[in-house]
């Protein structure tokens, strides 16, 4: 398994400003996701982060408003961007430790009022 | 093509009971399938996942029966107990397992009573 930490784990925001999301892994891994899950609903993929190369985006999600950085193999950030009451959210990011399955962070509960 | 139905949405057991929920997929490439249990306020967490090479796979209580022809693969929970109580997930992924992005079905709210 990995051992993932998110920052922070929640968050209430004002319409307009941005939140950058830490993710941090307990070992090296080569791959990490970002995840949106709205209230009561399932997880959708955002973005593929690899080290070194930029973030890969999902359909829907656009690099101006989900901005991601990939340091280094141990950590990545999402912002959220120019926020709306529509980001509000559980952000989650994960990780494929053994290519076998993703390992989920707590997540980060954004209210952006 | 790229969608996993899930049902039911919600499901009430009672304890010691068989919790069972469906998936469906369309996309003949997924060759990965995984339930995540989450709980409020936490991410979801692997309970047990399948390749479509075996058409069972049991852990402890919890059981995936998959259909291959028919695209289908369901959660099978045995003795359910109050501690079950959670969403589940099912999700699919291609090309070589967890690498690649993970669809998610909708999730199941399973409530286990006493």
């Known amino acids: 398994s990995a051992v993932i930490s998110q920052k922070p784990s929640r968050d209430i925001c004002q319409r307009g400003t941005s939140l950058t999301i830490q993710c941090q892994v307990d070992s090296q891994v080569t791959m990490m996701f970002w995840y949106r899950q709205q209230p009561g609903q399932s997880l959708t993929l955002i973005a593929t982060a690899n080290q070194g190369s930029e973030a890969t985006y999902e359909s829907g999600f656009v690099i101006d408003k989900f901005p991601i950085s990939r340091p280094n193999l141990t950590f990545s950030t999402l912002t959220v961007s120019n926020m709306s009451p529509e980001d509000s959210s559980i952000y989650l990011c994960?990780?494929?430790?053994?290519?076998?399955?993703?390992?989920f962070g707590p997540g980060t509960r954004l209210l952006v009022l | 093509q790229q969608q996993v139905k899930q049902s039911p949405q919600s499901l009430i057991v009672q304890k010691g009971g068989i919790s069972i929920i469906n998936c469906a997929y369309e996309?003949?490439?997924?060759?990965?399938f995984p339930w995540y249990q989450q709980f409020p306020g936490k991410g979801p967490a692997l309970l047990i996942a399948?390749?479509?090479?075996?058409s069972e796979k049991k852990e402890g209580r919890f059981t995936i029966s998959f259909n291959k022809s028919a695209k289908q693969f369901s959660l099978h929970i045995m003795d359910s107990q109050p501690g079950d109580s959670a969403t589940y997930f099912c999700?699919?992924?291609?090309?070589?397992?967890?690498?690649?992005?993970?669809?998610f079905g909708t999730g199941t709210l399973l409530a286990v009573q006493p």
């Open positions: 999700a699919a992924s291609g090309y070589g397992g967890a690498t690649n992005k993970l669809i």
């Open positions: 996309n003949t490439a997924f060759d990965y």
């Open positions: 994960s990780v494929d430790r053994s290519q076998e399955t993703q390992y």
């Open positions: 399948i390749r479509p090479d075996v």
